[in-house]
T-cell receptor, first 113, second 113 residues
Framework: ETGVTQSPTHLIKTRGQQVTLRCSSQSGHNTVSWYQQALGQGPQFIFQYYREEENGRGNFPPRFSGLQFPNYSSELNVNALELDDSALYLC????????????FGEGSRLTVL | QKEVEQDPGPLSVPEGAIVSLNCTYSNSAFQYFMWYRQYSRKGPELLMYTYSSGNKEDGRFTAQVDKSSKYISLFIRDSQPSDSATYLCAICLDRTGTYKYIFGTGTRLKVLA
């Protein structure tokens, strides 16, 4: 059973640029969620995808967008990067038909200069 | 008032001690409760999951939920230096399959050899 994998692990961007982060969900899981974790804080829910549709969103602006593919992998896109977007971005997979336990990847650490 | 409150620590204990980590929450409708362990610069690792009041035990770990007081705890028996990490509580209000988890800020634990 393969776990959740994310890429890239680290990246540096400048303010105003765009970034795409990628996630492969755990084998058998059909739901992917994205979380942002700022330094010293707990993860904050960005959005969740199920069957290639966004089916839940946290308090993040529209410049945060995502996709889910038929193989359940997912992308997080952030446009017009701001300094405050610097954080660890975590992908979590789960089974919607299950009890909702989240299994996280190692994260992508984004630094915006 | 934050939906989930967690003491950020740091908490330092000697090896072998019993550790008690706690969270309080404000919304009595929350249904699912999880504890995660996060090592520095890594993704959160699921430790315990429960959805009912009472205790759940797994090895050296015990999760306790008191829905009447809106209080959850994680106990670690015979703590080891390898338990040194940040512990996050996560609470979910299931809304039609969107498992939007709200995380505490995390408690940093250091177990001294």
């Amino acid at each position: 059973e393969t776990g959740v994998t994310q890429s890239p692990t680290h990246l540096i961007k400048t303010r105003g640029q765009q970034v795409t982060l990628r996630c492969s969900s755990q084998s058998g899981h059909n739901t992917v969620s994205w979380y942002q974790q700022a330094l010293g804080q707990g993860p904050q829910f960005i959005f969740q995808y199920y069957r290639e549709e966004e089916n839940g969103r946290g308090n993040f602006p529209p410049r945060f967008s995502g996709l889910q593919f038929p193989n359940y992998s997912s992308e997080l896109n952030v446009n017009a990067l701001e300094l405050d977007d610097s954080a660890l971005y975590l992908c979590a997979s789960s089974l919607t038909s299950g009890t909702g336990e989240l299994f996280f990847g190692e994260g992508s650490r984004l630094t915006v200069l | 008032q934050k939906e989930v409150e967690q003491d950020p620590g740091p908490l330092s204990v000697p090896e072998g001690a019993i550790v008690s980590l706690n969270c309080t929450y404000s919304n009595s409708a929350f249904q699912y409760f999880m504890w995660y362990r996060q090592y520095s610069r890594k993704g959160p690792e699921l430790l315990m999951y429960t959805y009912s009041s009472g205790n759940k035990e797994d090895g050296r770990f015990t999760a306790q939920v008191d829905k009447s007081s809106k209080y959850i705890s994680l106990f670690i028996r015979d703590s080891q230096p390898s338990d040194s990490a940040t512990y996050l509580c996560a609470i979910c209000l299931d809304r039609t399959g969107t498992y939007k988890y709200i995380f505490g800020t995390g408690t940093r634990l250091k177990v001294l050899a």
